[in-house]
């Protein structure tokens, strides 16, 4: 706690002297309500999740926060229904639930527990597919994050449900996801990346459009599940080739 | 109808609480952590025998040290008695030298405090206390722009930086506390306090191997009262930062917000008694999670500065 304490206190030494002369009586920043916030953090806590995919290494725990960042979507949607009495998105969200929380993560886990050696350690290929350190990596994704936050912030939707901070943490979450495909060298965890993609995308679309037909949004959880056949099939065919999950394998194949 | 309390007697007060209550705390934590890996523990008392008895046995200098390494212990506790003038530790309305400073000041005062520790560690020419030294101003380099955005955080929240403006908004209403900035900032300070007392993750509290040691490896070559100050010194700075984490961002209920003697007692025993619970939450993750490799510390540091900058990016749309 040294020189940057300094400089920053140098910075502020003009403001905090402005707070003393006024005693803190100012008025605090207007907080946004109890459910904007609990919409907001469930948002946040999303977002962290998705850092957590990020710097994970093993991709079995990777699934437990996939698993743990889908349930949030679902109670962010019950959330919403509560509050704004949109009947639909109870139904939406226990189809997403089964579908992102139960299927999904069941169909990844038995997808690599064919991959998987003998001595049940991680398949092939994964382990240290890291291309940063994990604390690089994290700050890596701070500057995505931040970019994404504000070219979503500035675009000034408001939507009719959620507020909209929690659209910005959406695109946060879209370029992390991005991010945690490119410096992962294996195949397993890109689709887990892939997969959490569909989720900062359905957060979005909860927060821009919570009203679209039922039917709509069910089409959309299709999707996800081409995605998931695609993404296994790419498992299983570059495992069967290379014997490993890695991509770094493939670099040869260039012309 | 109890008497109101003269406001010097309560600031007297506020110091004395922190300078006595944090032994308490330091063997709430020893036991409840031995009964949750089955011990039956040292008795709680038992902080308070250990600096009476460091306080009764000879004090040794290292050949070649120089003055400051005797004074450093006085001026780091000095310092640590400090900032429990500048925080909300008994009261909900700031008292009169309660201004001299905000978070930053105390901020200010903490590393003053670890600085002449560090260097009084450099003056002995032992190679385990210079290693800790090193050690806690490299750890501390890193976490520094962690306790910055939380700053930030908290000044973008109230206007001001003062503790006290803070812990004000925090009683306001629920939305305030629900909020996802106010929620990562104070989860980014826990993960500091885990860092700046020496708890797992980063370091084992107890333990005796010296490689692993950061903070603790500081005060080998002090012994006798100088050892007992430094000793009590950081049980001090582990309860200025519970109560920090407690009565400015987590729960700042039960301050007396009158000067009843009533009140103030009560705020006494709340203070200490949410100390001691946020004191089991350290003991549980210190018994649940492994130390740390030290160069896998970045990766927790760079987690909490995660935290801390979302916290700042929230607030900056507003509605954060």
């Keep these: 706690m040294h020189t940057a304490v300094i400089h920053a206190a140098l910075i502020h030494a003009a403001l905090i002297h402005a707070a003393l002369i006024r005693t803190a009586q100012t ?9 904007e916030g609990v919409a907001n953090v469930i948002a946040a806590v999303m977002l962290l999740l998705e850092f957590g995919m990020l710097r994970q290494a093993l991709v079995r725990d990777q699934i437990r926060l996939y698993m743990g960042q889908s349930a949030l979507l679902s109670v962010l949607a019950v959330v919403i229904a509560a509050d704004r009495n949109l009947p639909d998105l109870y139904a939406l969200a226990a189809l997403s639930a089964a579908l992102k929380v139960v299927a999904v993560p069941l169909v990844m886990r038995r997808l690599l527990g064919r991959t998987e050696s003998q001595e049940g350690e991680d398949a092939p290929g994964v382990a240290g597919s890291q291309t940063l350190s994990p604390a690089s990596s994290v700050l890596a994704g701070i500057v995505l994050a931040a970019v994404g936050f504000f070219c979503f912030g500035a675009l000034k939707i408001h939507g009719p449900a959620a507020p909209a901070l929690a659209l910005s943490l959406a695109g946060a979450m879209v370029l992390v996801s991005f ?9 397993a965890s890109q689709a887990i990346g892939f997969f959490s993609l569909e989720n900062a995308i359905s957060l979005a679309a909860l927060v821009v459009a919570s009203g679209l037909p039922l039917i709509l949004e069910t089409a959309f959880l299709f999707d996800l599940l081409v995605a998931v056949v695609v993404f296994g099939m790419l498992i299983r065919a570059h495992h069967v080739r290379a014997e490993s999950l890695s991509t770094a394998d493939l670099t040869r194949l260039r012309g | 109808m109890t008497a109101a309390l003269p406001i010097p007697l309560i600031q007297l007060l506020q110091v004395l609480t922190v300078a006595l209550g944090a032994p308490f705390v330091m063997g709430v934590i020893a036991k409840v952590e031995a009964r949750l890996q089955g011990r ?3 008795r709680i008392r038992q902080p308070y025998y250990d600096l009476a008895k460091l306080v009764r046995k000879e ?13 450093a212990p006085l001026i780091a506790v000095t310092a640590y008695l ?8 008994l009261t909900t309305y700031g008292l009169p030298l309660g201004y001299m400073g905000d978070i930053l000041g105390g901020g200010f005062l903490l590393s003053l405090a670890s600085f002449v520790v560090a260097t009084a560690a450099l003056e002995t020419g032992s190679p385990y206390a210079q290693m800790g030294s090193s050690r806690a101003k490299t750890f501390s380099a890193i976490t520094e722009p962690v306790v910055l955005f939380v700053v930030f955080t908290v000044a973008l929240l109230t206007g001001t930086d003062l503790p006290y403006a803070l812990a004000a908004t925090v009683r306001s209403s629920a939305g305030q506390i629900i909020r996802p900035a106010h929620l990562l900032a104070a ?9 700046e007392t020496g708890r797992i993750p980063v370091e084992t509290h107890t333990g005796t191997n010296e490689f692993g040691m950061i903070e603790e490896a500081r005060s080998f070559e002090h012994s006798g009262p100088y ?4 000793r009590w010194g950081s049980e001090l700075k582990q309860l200025i930062l519970y109560t920090i984490l407690a009565d400015v961002f987590l729960v700042p209920w039960g301050l007396a917000s009158t000067q009843k003697l009533d009140a103030v007692v009560l705020a006494i025993v709340a203070l200490l008694a949410k100390a001691c619970a946020v004191g089991c939450v350290v003991a549980v993750i210190d018994n649940s999670f492994a130390k740390l490799r030290l160069f896998k510390i970045t990766e927790f540091v760079s987690a909490a500065f ?3 900058v979302l916290g700042v990016f929230t607030l900056y749309l507003g509605g954060g």
């Design chain 2, 82 to 89: 400090t900032i429990p003038l500048l925080i909300p530790v």
């Design chain 2, 306 to 308: 995660l935290l801390a």
């Design chain 1, 179 to 187: 991010g945690l495909m490119i410096v992962r060298r294996d195949v």
């Design chain 2, 40 to 42: 039956r523990g040292p």
């Design chain 2, 187 to 195: 989860a980014a300070l826990f993960m500091v306090i885990l860092h």
């Design chain 1, 27 to 35: 008025d605090p920043v207007q907080a946004p309500g109890v459910y």
């Design chain 2, 59 to 71: 004090a040794l200098a290292p050949e070649g040290a120089s003055w400051f390494f005797l004074a």
């Design chain 2, 227 to 230: 050892f007992a100050l430094l």
